[in-house]
């Protein structure tokens, strides 16, 4: 028997593996890992549970590392929590919040289970396999499977829970007995019995909250959430509290523990230690857990070959080597964060900037990261000053990279030369002594070189800190000029949206103004001439992008279209959006060279076609990291979308075409459960079918289509009852159409109240 139990919600366990690409087809996944879960050794290859980026899966023999993230059919959380291995050879995949995904022993296909199989909970704490059964611990309970279906709950919704928590942290089994470990205590039954009746242990050990009891087969483990590990062999006979290791000394307070290959193993705040059978031996003392920081709490398994161990934290994955020396640390490429806010391109090499962790540089292998920390004082032209909370991201003319790092500095970073160059234009300097020369928002570049910047603030409303209007660098990259409400027509000083057209006209975007334009160099004069745009003049303005004669406006419930070729501009078209746009959102419009109009919000992306057709992304239909969109960007050479979220970063190519299926002679599947009972969670259909993928859509009996699927993998979830907007449909008669290889099929499935 396998257990793979930690901490769990008590204390949610830590590390940090950064995170490869996740190559889904027309998706990409770069999402950094900043905690660890679980760790499991199989040969070469060392799969790693982690809190933010799903799966990964490291190969020893040439130290790289693959992402396994959410998507449709596939992994259904990037919020792992627990992994075993089940006889059949599927790795049972445990969630918070979307159940168990299993993949399949031949590693190709993933199948769900969750509350509509019987699970008390989809937020899973515990898994553990016996045989053809597996246990699996919830927040609110366990559950049975017996390798076809679940086959009972506890509680089971009609009796009283036998347990004082349900909240359930662990299990061993051995023979007829079955030991389960809650938040308050230990609990027995018996198999035979149909687990009808549990007895609390009480022999020598508290009804502590328990964060994992495991087994090495001769020996219990279990570990309060005090850090003292009881033990106790299969025999009969009391639990012993064991906190000393083989010498005598005290091992510290245990914060994880787990089973791998037969060994108990626990991570404590003085080092990681293993279960000899009578003692704890030290394994290293070189890496301590910190209770007081989540990041800091080590997985640790060991390699079923070698006997060697492995251990991660936030630094990377550490691999003992196998003569004595220090563990060499597996660190793969890493964006600087998932709280993405702006995002540009230059040249293939894509540029990302975050909340408050830095700014990376990714050429489509390798990541270049400028972490945030002290200002950098020595040696800094090769190093961005201080990457602090940097909205404005522009590529200049000249391929040059601008951040506007707030309260700090604007930084231009030359990557083109080598070696690469920084300028910092540091505030305090003239023309004022005001650091909110810092905080640029918006940027563009104008057609003869120069770049300007939309300003925001701190605190808006405080005259004092009012934001700036518009900040000029000339084309020779030195600061030139301020234009604000005060020296110039500007209508308002906080800019969230500029762009410059095909003739030269800087377009600017106002918050609760509307849009302003002006002809850059001016007629007469220095002062930019501004001319509104009307019928905007109450619009807040998130971004704006200029494609052709047409400018698009993101507001905060539409995009509008104005034709920029007559005088004055004349709106010609306008879109709602599913929701407004994040108030963080650095650049959440772009548009595509077909002219493609993408579009982010706080409910994830709207893309609007030439012709008016929209189509949505979000959580739910596809791997977007997050549902809130703080930027996108367009690559110009090969049309691909990259997309900045609060919860990592994606890479969507809209001309990705999967390859044709393999032909089959008759298409043939099934979905079940049919008839199936819709509740206010909806449903979950699924197909079982003879060929290797499906696409296809639900039809209601008016001939209506809720929702479309595409990549369907037999035994895959292929509706949850929800329409592409998430309402959830009615009860009643629906048709479902498959496709695959050429061919299609029909099947009628009943929805229940």
């Known amino acids: ?34 905690s660890y879960s679980d760790l499991l050794a199989e040969g070469d290859t060392v799969w790693c549970a982690t809190g933010e980026a799903g799966l990964l899966r490291f190969r020893p023999s040439d130290s790289s590392f693959v992402t396994i993230a959410r998507e449709p059919s596939g992994l259904a959380s990037n919020h792992v929590s627990r992994m075993v291995r089940d006889r059949s050879g599927r790795l049972w995949v445990g969630t918070l919040g979307a159940g168990v995904s299993r993949l399949s022993a031949d590693g190709k296909t993933w199948d769900l289970v969750n509350r509509f199989d019987g699970l008390p909970s989809d937020s899973v704490t515990a898994l553990a396999a016996l045989n053809d059964t597996v246990f699996i611990g919830t927040t609110r309970g366990l559950a049975l499977w017996n390798g076809s279906f679940i086959t009972g709950a506890l509680p089971d919704g009609f009796n009283p829970s036998p347990f004082a928590s349900d909240y359930v942290t662990g299990f061993v089994a051995f023979g007829d007995t079955l030991w389960v470990s809650t938040t308050l205590g230990v609990y027995r039954s018996h198999l035979s019995t149909r687990l009808t009746t549990w007895t609390l242990e009480t022999n020598n050990i508290p009804p502590f909250p328990f964060i994992g009891l495991v087994t090495d087969g001769v020996t219990m483990c279990a570990v309060t959430l005090g850090g003292t590990p009881f033990v106790r062999r299969f025999a009969p006979g009391p639990w012993q509290a064991k906190f000393t290791d083989i010498d005598g000394a005290s091992i510290g307070g245990a914060l994880r523990v787990y089973e791998d290959h037969h060994r108990i193993l626990l991570a404590t705040d003085l080092g990681l230690y293993a279960w000899t059978g009578s003692d704890w031996q030290i394994a290293s003392l070189a ?54 806010l702006n995002v540009n391109i230059h040249r293939g090499r894509v540029y990302v900037t975050t909340f408050e962790e830095g700014i990376g540089r990714f050429d489509g292998r390798e990541w270049r990261v400028w972490p945030f920390g002290p200002r950098c004082t020595v040696g800094c032209d090769t190093t961005l000053l201080a990457p602090n909370y940097p909205f404005a991201l522009l590529v200049d003319g000249q391929g040059k990279k601008w951040f506007g790092c707030w309260g700090e500095t604007i930084d231009v970073l030359d990557d083109n030369v080598s070696p690469p160059s920084a300028t910092h234009f540091l505030y305090p300097t003239p023309p004022t002594n005001n650091d909110l020369h810092t905080r640029a928002w918006a940027s563009t570049a104008d057609s003869l070189g120069g770049r300007w910047f939309g300003m925001d603030t701190d605190d808006f409303g405080n005259p004092e800190r009012a934001p700036l209007g518009l900040e000029y660098y000339n084309p020779l990259g030195v600061y030139a000029a301020n234009y604000s409400p005060e020296n110039s027509a500007m209508r308002m000083g906080k800019v969230h949206g500029l762009t410059t057209d095909r003739t030269g006209r800087v377009w600017v975007g106002y918050t609760g103004a509307g849009i302003d334009y002006f002809l850059w160099p001016p007629n007469s004069g220095s002062v930019p001439e501004f001319q509104t745009v009307t019928g905007t003049e109450r619009l807040d303005i998130e971004g704006l992008v200029a494609h052709g004669d047409t400018l698009w406006a993101l507001a905060t419930s539409e995009v509008r279209a104005f034709r920029t070729v007559t005088s004055p501009p004349a709106e010609i078209a306008s879109y709602p959006i599913p929701a407004a746009p994040g108030q963080l959102a650095a650049n959440p419009l772009a548009v595509a060279r077909d002219g493609t109009v993408w579009v982010g919000t706080v409910n994830g992306i709207r893309v609007i076609h030439p012709g008016g057709l929209t189509q949505d992304y979000n959580v739910k239909n596809s791997p977007l ?10 690559d110009p050479a090969t049309g691909a979308v990259w997309i900045g979220t609060t919860g990592g970063l994606n890479r969507f190519d809209p001309g990705y075409r999967p390859p044709p299926a393999p032909s089959v002679p008759r298409l043939e599947f099934k979905i079940y459960p049919n008839p199936s009972s819709l509740s206010a969670l909806g449903v979950s259909l699924r197909l079982e079918g003879n060929a290797a993928t499906f696409d296809g859509a639900i039809y209601d009996v008016q001939g209506r289509r809720p929702r479309r699927f595409s990549g369907i993998t037999s035994r895959g979830l292929v509706w949850d009852g929800r329409t592409e907007r998430g309402e959830l449909v009615g009860p009643g008669i629906y048709f479902i159409r498959v496709e695959s290889g050429g061919k299609s099929s029909v099947s009628r499935v009943a929805l229940l109240r």
């Open 625 to 634: 990291a997050d549902d809130e969109i703080r930027a996108i960007r367009i």
């Open 287 to 340: 890496f301590p857990s910190d209770p007081r920081n989540p990041r800091r709490i080590f997985a640790f398994t060991v390699d079923p070959v070698t006997n060697l161990f492995y251990a991660a934290d936030q630094d990377g994955l550490y691999e003992q080597p196998a003569t004595p020396g220090p563990w060499r640390l597996h660190t793969p490429p890493t964006p600087p964060g998932n709280n993405v």
């Open 1 to 34: 028997m396998k257990h793979r139990l930690a901490i769990g919600a008590i204390a949610l366990g830590s590390a940090l593996c950064s995170a490869h690409a996740s190559a889904t087809g027309a998706w990409n996944t770069y999402i950094r890992t900043y």
